[in-house]
């Protein structure tokens, strides 16, 4: 038996883009609490309501 035979065809695509998922969500709730230390009138600036961003 051959060692390609045993191989994976992707090793460690499943970690990826559990990885992918993981850092997606860290940086939608970053901007989250980012967004939510700002005050109405800043976020009128950018065309935002408090109730945008929750």
């Known amino acids: 038996m051959e060692f ?3 191989r994976p065809r992707r090793p460690f ?3 990826v883009l ?3 998922s993981v850092r997606r ?3 939608l709730a970053k ?3 980012d ?4 005050s109405d009138e800043q ?3 950018m065309g935002l309501r408090r109730s945008d961003i929750s």
């Open 25 to 27: 969500w860290h940086l």
């Open 31 to 33: 901007t989250r609490r």
């Open 13 to 15: 695509s499943g970690f």
């Open 18 to 20: 559990l990885w992918r």
């Open 43 to 45: 976020l009128k600036d």
């Open 4 to 6: 390609f035979e045993n």
């Open 35 to 38: 967004l939510r230390r700002l």
